[in-house]
């Protein structure tokens, strides 16, 4: 079994790069990154010398060297996650959405068929999404898979677009797809751009953790790890053409959240109760911002009996443990480019 990991370098590919290879020894990884500023070898320090392990870098935004790639490597799966992932920086610069996350899915896509004509024998499309296809929830309710796409941020348009063209492949050309849409991951090796990494560095550093609007907007947080592992579970033993949704039946707003990542790096950097909160700042909400999310994963848990193995205090406890052992990581990803970004963003502070 030979698959190809896209995306592999990045916070949840390099999970899922780290899982396959633990797991399945027999079988050969390719990790194919193009190495934006999202994508660190770093990630993948710990496994990069196993034997069924090969790193290409790539990009998915050229379709003749994915051609090329499919034709000498032969692969059996794809498991699709290289993509422009921060909404922030999606509304600042739609236009590289479109191009990575539904031209460059499309270049793959065709790559796939091309190279497996119509033997489809053994063979998988695995094309990782988001729950922020389906928009925003009121108060009440679950996204299931049946809920109407409702994309509000360009980084969500380019994800249903692309979900859409996956689909359209499987119904036209019958290759054999799936699909999963997550909840908010969060974990080890997660740049810090996304909340939980970003406000993690700020609370190091005692500078302000910037909240958007009241901080009332929720999200259904999951293990990073457990979404590898689900990840294996549909890759394995999914149906072809099927959607499967995964979350952590976890919601929290984002100010709650915030006050117990508060009262954790208090205790873990020794500071007095209280002292991190006072770091929160509320600025300006971002454009478009979806109010809820929330997962229904009950047919994940049902039809395949994947199940979240950790509750969020105690995952949300490692991760801020494994950031504070691993600061040279965060260090040197917070260096240049970086820099400019936050500035961008936040202003000066
Ligand atoms: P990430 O930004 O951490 O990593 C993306 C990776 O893709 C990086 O390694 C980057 O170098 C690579 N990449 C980007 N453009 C590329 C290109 N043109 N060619 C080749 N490689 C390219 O993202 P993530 O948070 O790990 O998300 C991975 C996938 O999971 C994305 O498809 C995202 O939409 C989806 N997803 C993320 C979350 C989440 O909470 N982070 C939740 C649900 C779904
Ligand atoms: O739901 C799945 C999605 O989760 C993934 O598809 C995306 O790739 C991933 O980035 C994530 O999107 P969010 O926009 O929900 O994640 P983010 O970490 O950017 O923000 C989480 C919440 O925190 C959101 O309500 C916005 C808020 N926020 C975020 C940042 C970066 C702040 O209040 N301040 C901030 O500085």
Redesign the pocket.
Known sequence: MHILI????????SHVVRHFLKSYPAYTITN?????Y???LANLMDVDALPNYRFVK????DGDFLQRLFRESRFDGVI???????VDRSISNPTEFVV??VL?TVNLLNAARACWQSDFEGKRFYH????EVYGSLGREGLFTEQTAYDPHSPYSAS?ASSDHFVRAYHDTYNLPVVIS?????YGSF??PE?LIPLFINNIVHNKPLPVYGKGENIRDWLWVVD?AQAIDVIYHQGSNGETYNIGGHNEWSNIDLIRLLCRIMDTKLGRAAGESEKLVTYVTDRAGHDLRYAIDSSKLQRELGWVPSISFEKGLELTVDWYLTNAEWLQNVTSGEYQHYYKEMYGAR
């Open positions: 896209t995306g592999g370098a990045g916070f949840i590919g194919l990154d193009a190495l934006t999202a994508g660190n790539g990009d998915i935004n699709h996650l290289a993509a422009e992932s921060h990575t996350n460059g990782i999404s988001t729950d994800k849409n997550c909840s908010n991951n997660q740049f996304k979404h």
